[in-house]
C-alpha cells in the first residue's frame, strides 16, 4: 500500500476530505491529511509568500470519523500544503498525492484558477502522481461516500502508471449504483456560467454569477458530468489518446460500480 497525503481548498475541517481520508485508510494506505486551515478555494498552484523567514502557522485536527488518522492544518493555500509534506514536514514524503474531494466540479477553463487542481499539479514537480477530485452539486444533501469509492479505485489505477501522471476527475452527487459508468473527458472550452462585475459603492466590486445557455460537446468534462458519468482527464503524463483508454476506463468503472 502506498503512503498518500491529501489536501484541498476547502480547508482541513471539510466532509469531503474527511471521506477521501476514512475510505483510503480502510484500503490500509499510509494517510495524512495536510490542508488549509481555512477554505483557500480559487489560488490554483499559488504557495503564497516564500521568502526567507517568512512563517505559516501550524495546528493538529482530528478526523471525527477516525481519530487515528494524522491531520493537520496550516495558515496557507493548498499547493503550499503539498510542498510541505513533500518537504518532509508530516512524516516520510508520499507516494501520491490527492486533492479533494472538492464540494463543486471543477470543469472546463475554470480549473485554471482551483486550488483543488493546482495542489495536485504540484505533486508531479516533485516527481510523483497527482489526483484532483470534485463532485458536482445538484441540489442534494453531498453523498461523499461516492468521492470515496471513486478515490480509492483512482489511487489504485494511477499507481500502477507512470510516476508524473495527474488527472482531474469530477464525479456526480450521486450513489455509485446510479453513476452511469466512467469516460475520459477533454476540458470544455467554455463554461455554463457567466461571470461579471459591478461597483456597488466607492472602492467594492461585487461578483455575480449567472447561468448561460451553451451546447457543450458530449465527450468534455462538463457535460459527461451533468449526463451523470464520472468524468477523468488527463493533464499531464499519461493522455486520453491511447490506446490503454479503454482499459483503464474499465478497471476504473469495475472498482467505483456497483
Avoid at 482541513?12 to 471521506?19: C, E, K
Avoid at 482530528?62 to 503539498?82: K, M, S, T
Avoid at 510541505?84 to 484558477?113: E, Q, T, W, Y
Avoid at 477533454?186 to 457567466?194: C, E, P, Q, V
Wanted: aromatic share 6%; hydrophobic share 40%; with cysteine.
Amino acid at each position: 500500500m502506498a503512503r498518500i497525503v491529501l489536501t484541498n481548498d476547502d480547508g482541513v475541517r471539510s466532509p469531503g476530505i474527511h471521506a477521501l481520508a476514512v475510505a483510503l485508510d480502510k484500503e490500509g494506505h499510509d494517510i495524512a491529511v495536510v490542508a488549509p486551515s481555512n477554505e483557500r478555494s480559487g489560488w490554483g498552484a499559488g504557495v503564497g509568500t516564500l521568502d526567507d523567514g517568512a512563517e505559516f502557522r501550524i495546528q493538529q485536527y482530528i478526523i471525527p470519523e477516525n481519530d487515528h488518522i494524522r491531520a493537520w492544518g496550516i495558515d496557507g493555500p493548498p499547493a503550499f500544503c503539498v510542498l510541505a509534506a513533500m518537504l518532509g514536514k508530516f512524516g516520510n514524503p508520499p507516494d501520491l498525492v490527492i486533492s479533494g474531494s472538492n464540494d463543486g466540479a471543477n470543469c472546463g477553463r475554470g480549473i485554471l484558477h482551483s486550488g483543488t487542481v493546482g495542489a495536485a499539479m504540484i505533486a508531479q514537480n516533485f516527481g510523483i502522481s497527482g489526483i484532483a477530485l470534485s463532485q458536482k452539486r445538484n441540489g442534494k444533501p453531498m453523498l461523499w461516500e461516492t468521492s470515496g469509492i471513486v478515490a480509492v479505485a483512482a489511487a489504485k489505477r494511477i499507481l500502477e502508471m507512470p510516476r508524473k501522471t495527474v488527472w482531474n476527475i469530477n464525479t456526480p452527487n450521486e450513489r455509485p449504483e446510479s453513476l452511469r459508468g466512467v469516460r475520459w473527458g477533454r476540458i470544455a472550452a467554455f463554461g455554463t456560467t457567466k461571470t461579471s462585475l459591478e461597483e456597488t459603492m466607492a472602492g467594492t466590486l461585487r461578483i455575480t454569477v449567472t447561468p448561460r445557455d451553451v451546447e457543450l460537446s458530449p465527450d468534455t468534462d462538463t457535460a459527461l458530468v451533468d449526463a451523470g458519468y464520472v468524468s477523468v482527464t488527463g493533464l499531464i503524463g499519461f493522455r486520453t489518446d491511447g490506446s490503454e483508454t479503454p482499459t483503464i476506463v474499465t478497471s476504473l468503472e469495475e472498482s467505483i460500480l456497483p
